[in-house]
Structures are given as C-alpha cells and as structure tokens.
C-alpha cells in the first residue's frame, strides 16, 4: 500500500516552519527522520493533507552545554549521540541507550524529537530520558514552553502536543559523579520491539532514584522516589535492598494483571538496577 495524496513542504528555517504549522491547522504532519511515520503514512493509518519536512532546518541539529545541561537540538539523530558527535553530560548513559535502537540504518535518521513526538511506549528515549530527568522544550508560533519528558509522554503513541506546536529541544541535566545508571530492555531479538524496558537513575549520597518502567500498555510507569521498592530508603546497598515483590505489587497496582509480564518487568528492572550497582 501507498501512502494517500498529501502537500510537501520544506521550509528553510524554524520561523518559516512555525508560520506554515500555524497557517495549516490540524491536518499536518511534521516529518524529522521519516523512520515512524514514513510506515503510517504507507499503511495509511495517518492521512495528511500536509507534510512540513523539518529535516534540513540546522537550528534542530545543534547541540551544546549550557550550564549545568545539555540542549540537544530535537533533529539531532540518534546515530550523532551513539557516535559522540554532541557533548556528553550524562557518562556515557545516552549513547549506551542510542546505541540499542533499532538498526543502524534506523539511528541514522531517526532523531530524539521525533521519537518524543511518537509516544511509542516501547521507544527508548520515552523511557530513558525522564529516568536521566530530562526536558522538552516546544515552539508555536503562540511562544515556547518547558515541560518534564514524563508530562509531555500522556500515553501510548499520546503526547501533550497541541496543534501548530513542535518538539524544538529535549534538554539533559549533567550527570552527578555520585548517580548510578542502569537501562535495560527484553526484545526477542536485537532491533525488535521491546517487551519490556527499565530505566533507573539512583543517587545512594542523595539518596534519590528516578525509576522508568517502558513498554507497557501505557504511558510509562516514572517513579521520582522508588524508596518503597528498597525498603524505604536509598543507601549504597541497593542492590541488596530492591524488593521484587514491591516491584510486582507496583505493577498490579497499575493494571498489569498478568503474573508473567510482570515477572519480565520485574526482572528487565532488576538487572537494569544490578547494572546500576556495577
């Protein structure tokens, strides 16, 4: 099947995208690396009178620090951080991540925006940047506003992006030397779907964590204080401390009814946290 008539624009710069976003109203689609919605639009499951192509706009591929975070252009791809070729502020936890998706062919267009903007549950970076307590930033021609990645994620392939509005930055705070960071998924086979995704940032000197549990039926489960799940506090034996009955009673309690699945989720998190601890 071939995808249904549609318009093509490539604008020049983000203002001139903006203003065609504006003007288009609700019938468009924005296309970065194509590798998402190149395959909706074939099997027609999305039918646009409107494609804008942002894939040559050079403001979405730039990347730098900024203070204390990392301000990675929303067209960057995830071949550029799995080679290095933006900064690196989180240890080397984003191009670990980078490097698992998919194929190769797929990391050399398909970008960090455009998987945000997707909401797969079982994409990597919807999982892996609220664990490293990331931002987005998104443009309109109304302004920009900031949001957590966990509120910009409201559910399965369901972001908060409103009409006319579009992924401009994800922004990643500088790793602490003291974090741990453990990401871990089950896929039948390399480059497959996952079937299950965990993702954990844990601080034993702050005693914080940040637990992502991905690939599930939904938005994924963020925990921003997973003390429960170690025994009520957060010390430099966690690796000891993680109650796998906690875990699954966690997942039942957000409507994870089957006892196997949750045994993979269980499991995905708790070799994600032994990653963390080595």
Not at 2 to 31: C, H, N, Q, V, W
Not at 58 to 79: P, Y
Not at 164 to 188: D, F, H, L, N
Request: charged letters at 20%; a negative charge.
């Amino acid at each position: 099947m071939k995808a249904a008539p549609f318009a093509y624009e490539r604008p020049a710069d983000l203002k001139a995208a903006i203003a065609l976003m504006a003007e288009a109203g609700e019938s468009t689609k924005i296309m970065a690396g194509g590798q998402s919605l190149g395959p909706m639009l074939n099997l027609r499951l999305v039918q646009p009178e409107l494609i804008i192509d942002i894939s040559g706009l050079a403001e979405l591929k730039q990347a730098e620090r900024r203070g204390d975070e990392l301000v990675i252009g929303a067209c960057v791809t995830h071949g550029d951080i799995e080679d290095g070729r933006i900064p690196d502020v989180t240890r080397g936890a984003m191009q670990r991540v980078a490097s698992a998706i998919a194929y190769r062919a797929v990391r050399n267009r398909g970008t960090i925006g455009g998987s945000l903007s997707h909401a797969d549950p079982a994409a990597d970076w919807v999982s892996a940047l609220p664990a490293l307590g990331a931002k987005v930033t998104l443009r309109s021609a109304h302004g920009v506003r900031d949001l957590a990645v966990e509120d910009f994620i409201a559910g399965a392939l369901e972001s908060v992006l409103q009409a006319g509005e579009i992924v401009e930055a994800v922004r990643v705070p500088v790793m602490r030397a003291s974090a741990r960071w453990g990401y871990v998924k089950a896929c039948r086979k390399p480059g497959e779907f996952a079937h299950a995704i965990a993702a954990v940032m844990i601080d034993p000197e702050l005693g914080t964590t940040r637990v992502v549990i991905g690939a599930v039926e939904a938005a994924p489960i963020f925990l921003v204080d997973a003390a429960e799940l170690f025994g009520g506090r957060i010390t430099h034996n966690f690796r000891q401390q993680f109650d796998a009955h906690a875990a699954d009673a966690l997942l039942a309690q957000a409507g994870m009814t089957s006892p196997a699945d949750r045994h993979i989720h269980v499991t995905v998190l708790r070799r994600a946290i032994d990653e963390a601890a080595a």
